[in-house]
């Protein structure tokens, strides 16, 4: 029977569609199970054959729990807003909305001819009103929100003013910008602008003046990983640091939350490893520094207080505010010229750099709290604003950078730590090391001498025991057009976030999508975008009086806002009333399973685990962490190809006779090569571009041969295959099948669309299995001993693989048990219908058309997994291995239901041990039952 991939793909996506298939069931008696893949943004490109590998293993999992009776949530949504959709709106005039809900309808167009099992029902996008409704009311409770450290958990906003009412800053154990000491009585007789500015100090969403990445190409601030040397990853723009007002997130009162509940979570080990460095967990001391400047002080934490003897000068990040009073008149301008070079570097660059150290002095002193000796105070690159306090005791004998500077600026080194080897820079860390050179400490190891030096602290008043994180509140404003709008307008120079009632705040229409010439944010460019507070509604910016109409935050929230919570409103999406009803929520719980790349470990996994802790403290849902499972797959790489330019001309030389040319390799299409080889089609490649128009050939045997690496598949490189292409010739179930094959699902693996022709060939056996010539052949009768074991060792396989997220090797098994199959021409319904079973999470469509012609009107996807009976496993006769003392002499088949004394009678009466025993008694008959048997002689 001829089997006709596009026709089968195009018949059942049609009938899932028609039928609502995959179509989500709110049955909360059912047990559930929640498969996610992390949110797609949707770029004009599409989706290449590199892009679904995670969705496909998402896929088969979710089909496979639906076959065991889970009810099974697996949608699907789009991450929409951001900054490409922008950029292009900027070029082309054209509104974001409108390239995003082109590039929106291509993914789905594409990911519905793969095949994905979602409910597509419950598709959400970040910029759709309905949506960011929710986004914006997030935020306001956020705003409204502080973290009380008494009880380890966020609470109202209203909680703490009852505090302050009634007992100003006494026993307020709170996170906090800076630490405030004021009584109730001078909170109470506060004006309403300064009660409102000292909330700000402890509300979990707050404005504050930080050091960003401002790129002015872009008119916008950028995330450390929209940054690569110094630049825009986009557009390639100079980057600075830049200090600004900004919306941030106080997820740093959640560090220890973040850190503790890594335990509890089924990640991948590297994964983890990535969000404890990232918040930075270290315990030391904080310790003051007094200077020889009037009424100033340095605060310095360190998680080595023991080495506080060999500290020998101070170092302040360029950006820390004591630099402009420490600074004295002859060193401004050295000090001015070193903090502008410093701001084209990001703080990813600055920490990276370990090798290069350099600084500018201060002209300032500071007093070394123990012995009162002068320290220089420096600024330098290496000293991070964001980390502890900006400022660090310089001990140069026992770290490398503190070294580096003390050598490159001829500044004193103190040996006051010593191993049992000898003293060294590396020795700084060392668990084994004593201290030596001070009063406090001579002898004392680590552990001690550190226990010793903060009570010493402490007693002389100069600092106290500290933990530190070094995880920094997120930035959480970005001077950018597409994305969700802060619900807040400002009034006496006060934020204050809208009402409820006022949500969705609605991105408004614009006639530029770039900053204003006064330099303000592209909504600044809104006519219809201020707030009247006394009719409750958004009006003219010519209205504004800041008595009754005010003006509304001109940023807009990055990128991960919508991405931070997403997983809840899949839950339920259509609710008006609130982001996700309680008991809805409470039901489907966490992520049972999220797929997604290891790039978004310190972002957007970060974010997200904060968001819903927050949601759990304020009791709008009841679970911890959001994703209990997550697997970071590996990439699809592309073979990409590149012809060899002679430099300085339009020549090119094939790859074998380059010989000693200089040339210059480019990038070619890879479409631009004839079939499976890698000759490149030079007519073509000619009409590729038109600096090639005129390109010269150097031929090896009458063909340009092309040189070809394998590397990440992207756009960039022309290296992609488009799926649309392989479902086309293949079939959506041969693509399914093929990308699960290469490897496992968390390794990288190169791509080689000339693998699935072996894909393809099975597909095409197990379809003909179920016929004979063109008429289905299904047989009733009952199947024999060998074709049970062939479909119950596939069972087992399966299931084994599937609870192991190990694809591949079930597609191996997969091929076997159908060349056994056939190979005993099986044509029994008990082993084909069952076989249909268990491979359609893979290739449903295949299945779906074998389970309709054996006669089925309902679909596959109802049908429960097959169950597996180890009885068809177990084999009815066991091969001993025969052995005279303790050497092996011959094997003898006998029934695995002999006892012992059976076993010895069937042995001692075969010819071959009346052979060796030569007429001998034995002495002993050793017998394992389904293991040896021994005969002592």
Known sequence: MFYNHQQIDRKWQKYWQDNQTYKTSEDLNRPKFYALDMFPYPSGAGLHVGHPLGYIASDIFARYKRHQGFNVLHPIGYDSFGL???????????????????????YEEQMRRIGFSFDWSREVRTSEPSYYKWTQWIFIELFHSWYNRNTDKAEHVSTLISHLTNHGTDKLYAFQNEELNFSAEEWNAATEIKKQEILLNYRLAFRAETTVNWCPGLGTVLANDEVKDGKSERGGFPVFQKKMMQWSMRITAYSERLLQGLKNIDWPQPLKDSQEYWIGKSQGASVRFETESANTSIEVFTTRPDTVFGATFIVLAPENPLVDLLTTDSQKAEVNAYRDETSK???????????????AFTGSYALHPFSDKKMPIYISDYVLMGYGTGA?????AHDERDHRFAVKFGLEIINVIQNDQDIQVESYDSKDSVCVNSEFLNGLTYDLAKIKIIDEIENRGIGHGKINFRQRDAIFSRQRYWGEPVPVYFKDGMPYTLPASALPLELPEVEKYLPTEDGDPPL???RTFAWDEVHQ?????DLIDNSTVFPLELSTMPGWAGSSWYFLRYMDPANENVFADKGISDYWGQVDLYIGGSEHATGHLLYARFWNMFLKDRGYISHEEPFKKLINQGMILGMSAFVHRIAGTNRFISRNIIGDQETQKIHVDVSLLKGTSDELDTKAFRKWRPEFADAEFILEDGKYITEREVEKMSKSKYNVVNPDEICE????????????????????????????????????????LYFNGDDIDVSEDEPTKEEYKVLHTLIKKVIYDLDNFSFNTSVSSFMIAVNELQKLKCCKRKILEPLAVV?????????EELWSVMGHTDSIETIPFPELKEEYLTEANFEYPVSFNGKMRFKISLGTDLDTEQIETEVMKDERTIQQLGGNSPKKVIIVRNKIVNIVV
């Open 537 to 541: 509604q958004i009006v003219s910016t």
């Open 839 to 847: 491979i359609s999470p893979y290739a449903p469509h295949i299945c």
């Open 392 to 396: 660090v005791m310089a001990v140069p």
């Open 84 to 106: 490409p959709a922008e950029q292009y709106a900027i070029q082309t005039g054209q509104h974001p909305a409108v390239t995003t809900e082109q590039n929106i309808t291509r």
């Open 524 to 526: 600044g460019n809104a």
């Open 345 to 359: 570097k990001t703080e990813r660059d600055r920490m990276t750099d370990v090798k290069n150290v350099s600084g």
């Open 729 to 768: 010739e293949y079939g959506a179930d041969c693509l399914r099948l093929y990308e699960m094959f290469l490897g496992p699902l968390e390794q990288s693996k190169p791509w080689n669309t000339q693998g699935l022709t072996g894909v393809y060939g099975f597909l095409k056996k197990f379809y003909n």
